[in-house]
């Protein structure tokens, strides 16, 4: 670890950190740069346990001793500033006290995730990255084996979505499918039964699909506002509906991934 304070912002080596807030921008450089950004403690520690390895880090004076024992043994630039220096650089207060930029990990196949896997979240084009991150949450907290994203969906491993799964998406295994819906193809023949999660006339209650669930069971979930696609629905065995009451039709897509995954979960696993 090596500890540089900074009085200006004109190093080079900060631009991992500099225009965080610019969503955009950050969606094309961090993919294309092989980086994703790690915010708080906390996150950068899940993301060493991973064995991700990080390329820079970002710390407030005052929460400097709190990264030295995660960071002692880490060749890697540590740059230290004040609050007003920093907040000038990222484009937002640091109030979790810590940003490092992490080299992004290579995606495994599909097939590597599926071969062992009993439960698997699809993510249908969903865009908002802090939905993603709930489901991550969802998945990991409620015992699902994978997630696989299609081409459209948000960045797992975006900011916002990191900090929201609380650092899970560092732990999920997940992939991003090469096409889809041609990527159902892949799941039918590893054996799952794919059961999207839908408002239709043919859905059947979540109730019900539970009571007799398959062994494997891959679990299809749509984009905000519209849903699942007519493509999706008709590449899946079963379409399942969370009943509701007083009449509120459906849930939050972060939401829904936490009822349903309870519901099928096929044992509550430790951490």
């Not at 599909?110 to 908002?128: M, P, Q, S, T």
């Not at 849903?227 to 897509?253: C, F, K, Q, R, Y």
Request: charged share 20%.
């Amino acid at each position: 670890m090596h500890v540089i304070r900074i009085n200006d912002l004109t190093d080079g080596r900060l631009g991992d950190f500099a225009n965080l807030t610019d969503v955009a921008l950050r969606r094309r450089t961090e993919p294309a740069g092989g980086l994703y950004i790690a915010e708080s403690p906390k996150v950068i520690s899940r993301a060493l346990t991973a064995g991700h390895r990080p390329r820079a880090v970002l710390v407030l004076e005052q929460w400097l001793a709190d990264l030295e024992p995660l960071l002692a043994d880490v060749d890697v630039p540590v740059f230290v500033g004040d609050s007003d220096l920093l907040e000038g650089l990222t484009g937002f207060n640091l109030h979790r006290g810590a940003l490092a930029s992490m080299h992004r990990p290579e995606l495994p196949p599909v097939a590597e995730l599926l071969r062992d896997a009993r439960r698997v979240v699809v993510l249908e084009d969903i865009v908002d990255h802090t939905n993603v991150g709930a489901i991550f949450r969802s998945v990991a907290g409620l015992g699902a084996d994978a997630v696989l994203v299609t081409p459209r969906c948000a960045d797992p491993l975006y900011r916002r979505s990191v900090r929201v799964s609380m650092g899970t998406v560092l732990q999920v295994p997940w992939t991003r499918l090469s096409g889809w819906p041609d990527g159902a193809d892949e799941l039918t023949s590893a054996g799952f039964h794919i059961a999207a999660l839908a408002l239709t006339d043919t859905a059947i209650s979540l109730d019900e699909f539970a009571a007799t669930a398959p062994d494997r069971v891959a679990l299809v979930l749509g984009t905000e506002g519209d849903g699942l696609s007519n493509a999706a629905l008709e590449a899946a065995d079963t379409v399942i509906t969370i009943p509701m009451m007083h009449g509120v039709d459906s849930l939050n897509v972060a939401s829904a991934s936490a009822v349903a995954l309870y519901a099928l979960r096929t044992e509550l696993r430790g951490p």
